[in-house]
């Protein structure tokens, strides 16, 4: 359920897409078999996987049956094109995404210790610097016509700027990730413009430091909730094992995590953010929305990839019951 039609007060299309705008690559993950052991080889076992917090999102959409467009950068390289092909493939429409000759299609590499959890990333996003307002403009049409908009943080600030212009102007929700701590503080100028937010807590720390919580409220839901007062629509603050937060103008709360083994972080927190997305637009309540997310991530931990193969809301579901 939308908490409000847009800023702009026209109502979205409710028939169109979700238009999904920010990074697409490839995933390399190595898990630890042992505890890490500093400048030396550790043995581990390593995958690869297509990637990017704008790609997993879309695919994560378009398996739960939304419309969905993806405008993306890829290099003009064998691996850009067989990501488009495979994206494209799940159901998501990749025509507008741009291929840039003499670009290198991005790369996300991670460490994972030997319980799962992330030691250390590095990103190399940089073709996404192609997606300029200037293209945004061209294909203004797609987002007009959206249900809503998605953003990930890998966008140059320019770009964030003339996407949520665009989207606000047209009247259709704006949603952004946040994506890493670094990134963040691009969505601050923002804030006031987003339908929702889905930070994790220290993402939610860059962008807006929130006074110490009260003694009777979850410091995740103050985190939330002093999102919404900078205005935020509906904030939703991730925190790992310890589930996750959500609050809006009118309410708030706090939903566990669901136990899991965890094979692997990586695409947990898309899949969640993905999830919630589809449950509002298909007028789901939000606590039932986020409890959904939360299925979701959950599903993905325990996957050896980046997006679980073949999602749906049955399968959300049947997992919640």
Do not use: C
Not at 4 to 29: F, M, Q, Y
Request: hydrophobic letters at 45%; a negative charge.
């Amino acid at each position: 359920m939308l908490e409000s039609p847009g800023r702009s007060g026209r109502t979205p299309a409710p028939e169109g897409p979700v238009v999904v705008i920010g990074a697409a690559g490839l995933d390399l993950v190595g898990r630890a078999e042992e505890p890490l052991r500093p400048g030396t080889s550790n043995p581990a076992r390593v995958r690869m996987s297509n990637g990017g917090v704008a790609r997993n999102v879309a695919e994560n959409l378009a398996s739960l049956g939304m419309p969905t467009i993806l405008l993306t950068a890829i290099g003009d390289d064998e691996r850009g094109r067989q990501l488009l092909d495979d994206t494209r493939a799940a159901g998501v429409d990749v025509e507008p995404s741009l291929i840039v000759e003499g670009g290198r299609t991005g790369s996300y590499l991670a460490l994972l210790n030997d319980q799962g959890s992330l030691h250390l990333a590095f990103d190399d996003m940089r073709v996404v610097q192609s997606i300029t307002p200037e293209y945004l403009l061209e294909r203004k049409s797609l987002i007009q016509g959206a249900q809503a908009v998605f953003l990930d943080a890998n966008l140059t600030p320019p770009t964030l700027a003339a996407a949520v212009a665009l989207a606000s102007r047209a009247g259709v929700p704006v949603a952004a990730d946040p994506t890493s701590v670094g990134l963040a503080p691009r969505l601050v100028p923002h804030l006031t413009e987003l339908w929702l937010i889905s930070p994790n807590e220290a993402e939610a720390d860059a962008l807006t430091p929130h006074p110490v919580p009260h003694a009777d409220r979850h410091p995740g839901i103050d985190s939330a909730r002093h999102l919404v007062a900078k205005g935020v629509q509906v904030a939703m603050v991730t925190m790992a094992e310890f589930g996750v937060a959500y609050a809006t103008a009118d309410v708030s709360g706090h939903v566990p995590a669901v136990h899991t083994e965890i094979v692997d972080p990586t695409g947990a927190g898309d899949a969640q953010t993905a999830a919630v997305i589809f449950a509002l637009l298909n007028d789901i309540p939000l606590d039932e929305a986020v409890r959904l997310g939360a299925v979701a991530a959950a599903l993905t931990l325990r996957t050896r990839g980046s997006v679980v193969p073949s999602l749906s809301l049955e399968m959300l579901y049947d997992q919640l019951r």
